[in-house]
């Protein structure tokens, strides 16, 4: 009986392991760089954010208080995450949006690293961690709270895009 147990309990940590590994072998994505290439290109905040899931402190990026139209781009890769339009004041300290731009411009994974389950947003086209989604945003619109490090984004604004 004793055997049977320790040969569950061992099947039991032989899966574990197994998820932990799926974990780590990351999805590719378009832009694939090395981790030493992207901690040369971003600067020490946004690298902590993007490629280590960092998060900034609430209410220390500028683009909290941005409302001029435009487009917040990712700040490793440039694709067009989310815009100003989409914007609402979540009083969270971090720059919080109701949908990105498209749907297919960000990818979702599960996240349990904080204790409790919650869905974080990747940039679709480097992987780059951005932020979390949260089903508490507006009940008028989507009812969703994209809530992102300011960090990992740059703002282009409309008329510079003309
Ligand atoms: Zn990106």
Redo the contacts with the bound molecule.
């Keep these: 009986m004793q055997r049977i147990f320790i040969a569950i309990f061992s099947l039991l940590l032989l899966s574990c392991n197994s998820h932990a590994q799926d974990s780590k072998n990351q999805k590719e994505y378009p832009?694939s760089k090395s981790e030493a290439q992207w901690k040369a290109e971003l600067s020490p905040a946004a690298y902590k954010v993007l490629r280590q899931k960092g998060t900034e402190k609430a209410f220390s990026s500028e683009l909290n208080r941005i409302e001029q139209p435009g487009t917040f781009v990712?700040a490793?890769?440039g694709?067009e995450l989310y815009e100003t339009k989409n914007k609402f004041e979540s009083g969270t300290g971090w720059p919080s949006f109701d949908r990105p731009v498209s749907e297919s411009n960000v990818d979702y994974r599960p996240d349990r690293t904080g204790g409790f389950p919650a869905t974080e947003v990747v940039?679709a086209?480097?992987g780059?961690h951005l932020g979390h989604v949260f089903n508490d945003g507006p009940k008028n619109t989507t009812g969703k709270r994209h809530c992102i490090n300011g960090v990992a984004m740059n703002f282009l604004p409309e008329s510079d895009n003309r």
Excluded: D, H
Aim: with cysteine.
């Design positions: 832009v990712c490793a890769c694709n940039c086209q480097c780059g």
